[in-house]
Nanobody, 121 residues
Framework: QLQASGGGMVQAGGSLKLSCTAS????????IGWYRQAPGKQRDLVAG???????NYAESVKGRFTISRDNAKNTVYLQMNSLKPEDTAVYYC?????????????????WGQGTQVTVSS
Protein backbone atom coordinates (compact mmCIF):
# COMPACT_ATOMS: atom_id res chain seq x y z
CA GLN A 1 0.00 0.00 0.00
CA LEU A 2 0.99 3.61 -0.60
CA GLN A 3 -0.01 6.40 1.77
CA ALA A 4 0.39 9.90 0.39
CA SER A 5 0.43 13.09 2.41
CA GLY A 6 1.67 16.66 2.37
CA GLY A 7 -0.85 18.33 0.12
CA GLY A 8 -2.48 21.61 0.97
CA MET A 9 -3.11 25.15 -0.14
CA VAL A 10 -0.27 27.50 -0.98
CA GLN A 11 0.17 30.81 -2.76
CA ALA A 12 1.82 31.03 -6.14
CA GLY A 13 5.58 30.98 -5.80
CA GLY A 14 5.43 28.85 -2.67
CA SER A 15 6.63 25.32 -1.98
CA LEU A 16 5.21 22.03 -0.81
CA LYS A 17 6.74 18.63 -0.19
CA LEU A 18 4.62 15.56 -0.78
CA SER A 19 5.40 12.25 0.89
CA CYS A 20 4.35 8.73 0.00
CA THR A 21 5.11 5.96 2.46
CA ALA A 22 5.03 2.39 1.21
CA SER A 23 4.12 -0.71 3.16
CA UNK A 24 4.72 -4.18 1.82
CA UNK A 25 6.72 -2.77 -1.09
CA UNK A 26 10.38 -1.78 -1.08
CA UNK A 27 10.83 1.57 -2.80
CA UNK A 28 14.59 1.07 -3.13
CA UNK A 29 14.24 -1.75 -5.67
CA UNK A 30 11.29 -0.35 -7.59
CA UNK A 31 10.67 2.44 -10.05
CA ILE A 32 8.69 5.24 -8.43
CA GLY A 33 6.60 8.08 -9.74
CA TRP A 34 4.21 10.94 -9.16
CA TYR A 35 1.19 11.81 -11.28
CA ARG A 36 -1.43 14.50 -11.06
CA GLN A 37 -5.00 14.96 -12.18
CA ALA A 38 -6.66 18.35 -12.51
CA PRO A 39 -10.46 18.66 -12.63
CA GLY A 40 -11.83 17.54 -15.97
CA LYS A 41 -8.44 16.33 -17.19
CA GLN A 42 -6.69 12.99 -17.44
CA ARG A 43 -4.08 11.81 -14.98
CA ASP A 44 -0.64 12.88 -16.21
CA LEU A 45 2.93 12.06 -15.33
CA VAL A 46 4.79 14.54 -13.14
CA ALA A 47 8.00 12.61 -12.48
CA GLY A 48 9.27 9.06 -12.71
CA UNK A 49 12.47 7.57 -11.32
CA UNK A 50 13.66 4.05 -12.11
CA UNK A 51 15.49 2.02 -9.47
CA UNK A 52 18.68 3.01 -11.29
CA UNK A 53 19.15 5.53 -14.04
CA UNK A 54 17.82 8.90 -15.06
CA UNK A 55 14.67 10.54 -13.75
CA ASN A 56 11.95 11.69 -16.13
CA TYR A 57 10.02 14.92 -15.55
CA ALA A 58 7.11 16.50 -17.33
CA GLU A 59 8.28 19.58 -19.24
CA SER A 60 5.96 21.78 -17.21
CA VAL A 61 7.70 20.95 -13.93
CA LYS A 62 11.34 20.65 -14.95
CA GLY A 63 13.57 22.77 -12.78
CA ARG A 64 10.82 23.25 -10.19
CA PHE A 65 9.94 19.75 -8.94
CA THR A 66 12.24 17.03 -7.62
CA ILE A 67 11.41 13.40 -6.98
CA SER A 68 13.45 11.50 -4.40
CA ARG A 69 13.33 8.49 -2.14
CA ASP A 70 14.45 7.67 1.39
CA ASN A 71 15.15 3.96 1.46
CA ALA A 72 15.45 3.83 5.24
CA LYS A 73 11.97 5.31 5.62
CA ASN A 74 10.62 3.46 2.57
CA THR A 75 9.20 6.77 1.43
CA VAL A 76 9.01 8.66 -1.84
CA TYR A 77 8.98 12.46 -1.96
CA LEU A 78 8.05 15.18 -4.40
CA GLN A 79 9.55 18.56 -3.61
CA MET A 80 7.59 21.26 -5.42
CA ASN A 81 9.01 24.78 -5.67
CA SER A 82 7.89 27.91 -7.47
CA LEU A 83 4.35 26.60 -7.57
CA LYS A 84 1.90 27.99 -10.10
CA PRO A 85 -1.91 27.98 -10.15
CA GLU A 86 -1.77 25.49 -13.02
CA ASP A 87 -0.09 23.01 -10.66
CA THR A 88 -3.41 22.69 -8.83
CA ALA A 89 -4.45 19.03 -8.94
CA VAL A 90 -4.76 15.83 -6.99
CA TYR A 91 -1.33 14.24 -6.82
CA TYR A 92 -0.85 10.47 -6.81
CA CYS A 93 2.26 8.48 -6.03
CA UNK A 94 2.94 5.29 -7.94
CA UNK A 95 5.10 2.19 -7.95
CA UNK A 96 5.80 0.90 -11.43
CA UNK A 97 5.63 -2.71 -12.55
CA UNK A 98 9.16 -2.75 -13.97
CA UNK A 99 12.14 -1.46 -11.96
CA UNK A 100 13.82 0.19 -14.93
CA UNK A 101 10.72 1.69 -16.53
CA UNK A 102 9.48 4.92 -14.97
CA UNK A 103 7.55 7.47 -16.98
CA UNK A 104 5.34 7.72 -20.04
CA UNK A 105 4.00 4.37 -21.14
CA UNK A 106 5.37 2.47 -18.16
CA UNK A 107 2.81 0.26 -16.39
CA UNK A 108 1.95 1.07 -12.78
CA UNK A 109 1.36 -1.67 -10.21
CA UNK A 110 0.35 0.42 -7.21
CA TRP A 111 -1.28 3.81 -6.70
CA GLY A 112 -1.47 5.99 -3.63
CA GLN A 113 -4.79 7.49 -2.60
CA GLY A 114 -4.07 11.00 -3.83
CA THR A 115 -3.43 14.27 -2.05
CA GLN A 116 -4.89 17.64 -3.06
CA VAL A 117 -2.59 20.53 -3.96
CA THR A 118 -4.17 23.93 -4.49
CA VAL A 119 -2.13 26.92 -5.62
CA SER A 120 -3.78 30.33 -5.40
CA SER A 121 -2.77 33.30 -7.50
Amino acid sequence: QLQASGGGMVQAGGSLKLSCTASGILVRINAIGWYRQAPGKQRDLVAGAPSVGNTNYAESVKGRFTISRDNAKNTVYLQMNSLKPEDTAVYYCAIYSKPLCAGYGCPVSYWGQGTQVTVSS
